[in-house]
T-cell receptor, first 118, second 112 residues
Framework: AQTVTQSQPEMSVQEAETVTLSCTYD???????LFWYKQPPSRQMILVIR??????QNATENRFSVNFQKAAKSFSLKISDSQLGDAAMYFC???????????????FGTGTLLAVQP | NAGVTQTPKFQVLKTGQSMTLQCAQD?????MSWYRQDPGMGLRLIHY???????DQGEVPNGYNVSRSTTEDFPLRLLSAAPSQTSVYFC???????????FGPGTRLTVT
């Protein structure tokens, strides 16, 4: 079974600085999808960024980028120019490929609570 | 476009009571899922559906029932609530061709 591990329960960063959140996963599959979700105090789950395992290029969305190391099974999230609005819980998630509608399982890590200091 | 809606937002139950958490989506997504979120444990999948009439168990299905009679709705039923079911419940939907799951605002359930 696949597992997702986030080893940093809490992180802190100064406004305008850069922070990296770690995520490792375990799988025997060669094709899969990885995600980072943000959960602010409002509780709403917001997709930050996604990565397909077959793509070697790291995904980027504005100030958010990932470092995807397939062999090491590592998927870290880098937030550049941190803003106060980035303060939230961040979840790493894994999804197996969906061949013919057989599954829709998203496996989450335990989350990293990010605080942004002004 | 409302996206994924959940009702109620908050609920308090006594042990042994039953209730249904409602979830609806207006994006014509075939896939829908229910998760629970507990402190220190992230989100865990309870049940999911890949289409009307098709449901399957996730990681923590015990104590919960689901059915999917329409594409839009995916209710979660607690037949006999237990304190261990105190949690925040999220419903999500997605298209088979897109991996992004769209989440509802969540329901905070307390069982006393």
């Amino acid at each position: 079974a696949q597992t997702v591990t986030q080893s940093q329960p809490e992180m802190s960063v100064q406004e305008a600085e850069t922070v990296t959140l770690s995520c490792t996963y375990d799988t025997s599959e060669s094709d899969y999808y990885l995600f980072w979700y943000k959960q602010p105090p409002s509780r709403q789950m917001i997709l930050v960024i996604r990565q397909e395992a077959y793509k070697q290029q790291n995904a980027t969305e504005n100030r958010f980028s990932v470092n995807f190391q397939k062999a090491a099974k590592s998927f870290s999230l880098k937030i550049s120019d941190s803003q106060l609005g980035d303060a939230a819980m961040y979840f790493c998630a894994y999804r197996s490929p969906d061949y013919g509608g057989a599954t829709n399982k998203l496996i989450f890590g335990t989350g990293t609570l990010l605080a942004v200091q002004p | 476009n409302a996206g994924v809606t959940q009702t109620p937002k908050f609920q308090v139950l006594k042990t042994g009571q039953s209730m249904t958490l409602q979830c609806a989506q207006d994006m014509n997504h075939e896939y829908m899922s229910w998760y629970r979120q507990d402190p220190g444990m992230g989100l865990r999948l309870i049940h999911y559906s890949v289409g009307a009439g098709i449901t399957d168990q996730g990681e923590v299905p015990n104590g919960y029932n689901v059915s999917r009679s329409t594409t839009e709705d995916f209710p979660l039923r607690l037949l006999s609530a237990a304190p261990s079911q105190t949690s925040v419940y999220f419903c999500a939907s997605n298209s088979p061709w897109r991996d992004e799951q769209y989440f509802g605002p969540g329901t905070r359930l307390t069982v006393t």
